[in-house]
């Protein structure tokens, strides 16, 4: 008894306790729930059935069903547009605000601080604000569109089937960007400044700079920042709800939201709970993508 | 012999502040030139306004002839070794050698003999497919100044190159980079605080204070004539004494302001009760032979080296003495010790100028 007691406060228990601690916490609070969606994906559940555990085991009917369903090839060719679109366009521009920023002029620090406040929004308050700005008769957007002369008529973004999965990318970049710009910035200042001019000294211009020290020295932060965005964007749910709801008729509809739907709408547990066996699948991907590029950092 | 750089009346503010001041230079082709003085002295700003790194806010700066005052630093053609030695962490040693090269468009064949060729001369033969992070600090040293050596420049500019080396490192890469310069045929801008390094390697030295050139010249002639004060304390290891003094009544004596008063020759006639600061360096004191004139003090303390012995008196200001031999001086005795009246420098007690004597 006393050994256990010295090897908890003075030894390897200690360690085990530090570990085990967490390690409790997170198999109780995410651990039981993933495998918990991982067996209804495998059983006929139904709002009877809900309350109980054992329920019959229906094997990979679940998946084959949803396959067969008209929807779930195009929500899931929505998901891919929705992901690379808003990846694309957040890193794009997050980049080029950190590198602006990155120049230093007089109040960088201050406005790069100011442009926060997109990233601490609630999701549901950034689609409302997007349901103005895209509003078909009265909205600011298409107004300037209108009045830069590239649109003749009116858009209706949110119930335009061939915009509406765009509105959402739009909302969605907007509140992702400065999230990339702040990562971004963290790895643009990690550079040692004498690289750069060492390679002036060289005889490199800014462009060739760009190309041979920036970018090289940034992999590991741009693989981070692409495997988190890829997480962070099969999360959205949020502006879904608040901007096009999924319509109309699933042309803005993703996997993330259509699983609530079936789930908590349609009470389908068994086909939610599948769709989000598969998109955990992707997630696991982006994960280990993420972890692989945080370990290959190349310090100097 | 054509200057390779040449420096008029240049000066650089930052703000309100002159960081440079009316700087007048000439570096001939082929010449080792050592930049040295205290940190802020502007010896830094100096290297890189040369470089191109800093602009300079007036005066002219021509680079073999040209004017080059606003040209940025990738049009300049001189090669710099950073402190830091700023390699490229994502490159290997034969990407960092080449990299020059490479932007200049230099076909992959002709990079590739190019590096091969100065590794054999710096000795980097089997290190080219490393990476940085996998080097010592001396061969990260070599790969900064190979990066330097390949591409064959119109000068090259250290800073402070061997600041991050251990000691015995350092002494030997000093005499490397100065075999190099010599085989190269190099022109070549030093900066440095340490001016053994200074006086070991450079051809001429300029010794820098607050944005000012103080003296510059051949090292010796820095160590046996400096023109000041500060000069004369910043030149020489361990530093120069000095001792507040006034001259005697005839001029032919200096009186010094010891805790004991003390007398020695004056190297020159001098005016009357004026009052001079008395420079003499550690090396010059010796023990004085029966009846020589000295200074007499007690001995406070005595370090020996093995080679050589430093003997602090207790004095104030305190007295350093250094003999090149086995001392069998004891701490706690009195001893006089004697200087050559041509060794002993006089400077003038308010300006800290140098007081020429005939």
Known sequence: MKRLTSSVTDGHGFDAVLVGVPFTFLFLLSGLPLLYNVLMSFQEVDMFSLGSFIRPFV??????????????????????????????????????????????????????????????????????????????????????????????????????PSFSLWAVVLANIWLGTSFNMILLSVGLSAIPGDLYEAAEMDGANAWHRFWTITLPMMRSTIGAIIALGLIFTLQQFDLFAAITDGGPNNASNVAQYWAWDLSFRQYDFGRGATISVIMTGFVMLAAMVYVRSTRHEVRG | MTNQIELSGVNKYYGAYHALKNIDLAIPKG???????????????????????????????????????????????????????????????????????????????????????????????????????????????????????IRNPKAFLF?????????????????????????????????????????????????????IVEQHGAPLDLYDRPINRFVAGFIGSPAMN?????????????????????????????????????????????????????????????????????????????????????????????????????????????????????
């Open chain 2, 159 to 211: 800073d402070e190159p061997l600041s991050n080396l251990d000691a015995a490192l350092r002494v030997h890469m000093r005499k490397e980079i100065r075999t190099l310069h010599d085989r190269l045929g190099a022109t070549s801008v030093y900066v440095t605080h340490d001016q053994v390094e200074a006086m070991t390697m450079a051809d001429h030295v300029v010794v820098m204070r607050q944005g």
């Open chain 1, 59 to 160: 094997g990979f009917e679940n998946y084959a069903d949803l396959f067969r369903q008209p929807e779930t090839v195009p929500i899931l060719i929505n998901t891919v547009i929705f992901v690379l679109g808003s990846i694309a366009g957040q890193f794009v521009i997050g980049f080029g605000l950190a590198l602006f920023f990155w120049t230093n002029f007089p109040g960088a620090s201050w406005l790069r601080g100011l442009f926060l406040v997109s990233w601490v929004m609630p999701g549901l308050v950034v689609g409302a604000i997007w349901n103005w700005i895209l509003s078909g008769d009265f909205g600011v957007l298409n107004f300037m569109l209108r009045e830069m002369g590239l649109i003749s008529g009116n858009i209706f973004w949110r119930s335009d």
């Open chain 2, 31 to 149: 010449s080792f030139v050592a930049l040295v003085g205290p940190s802020g002295c502007g010896k830094s700003t100096l290297l890189r306004s040369l470089a191109g790194l800093e602009t300079i806010s007036s005066g002219d700066l021509l680079i073999a002839g040209e004017r080059m005052n606003g040209v940025p630093p990738r049009r300049r053609d001189l090669a710099m070794v950073f402190q830091s030695y700023a390699l490229y962490p994502h490159m290997t040693v034969e990407e960092n050698l080449t990299y020059s090269l490479k932007i200049k468009g230099v076909k992959k064949a002709e990079r590739k003999k190019a590096a091969d060729d100065v590794a054999a001369v710096t000795g980097l033969k089997d290190l080219l497919s490393r990476y940085p992070r996998e080097l010592s600090g001396g061969q990260r040293q070599r790969v900064a100044m190979s990066r330097a050596i």
């Open chain 2, 242 to 358: 000095f001792i507040d003094a006034q001259s005697s009544a005839d001029g032919r004596f200096l009186l010094l302001d010891l805790q004991s008063p003390q007398v020695l020759p004056a190297p020159a006639s001098l005016p009357p009760d004026q009052r001079v600061v008395v420079g003499i360096r550690p090396e010059h004191l010796r023990p004085a032979a029966g009846g020589e004139e000295g200074l007499e003090f007690d001995v406070a303390a005595v370090e020996s080296t093995g080679s050589a012995s430093y003997v602090t008196a207790a004095t104030s200001p305190e007295i350093v003495v250094v003999l090149n031999e086995r001392s069998a001086i004891r701490r706690g005795e009195r001893v006089r010790f004697a200087v050559d009246t041509r060794q002993i420098h006089l400077f003038d007690a308010t300006t800290g100028q140098r007081l020429d004597v005939p």
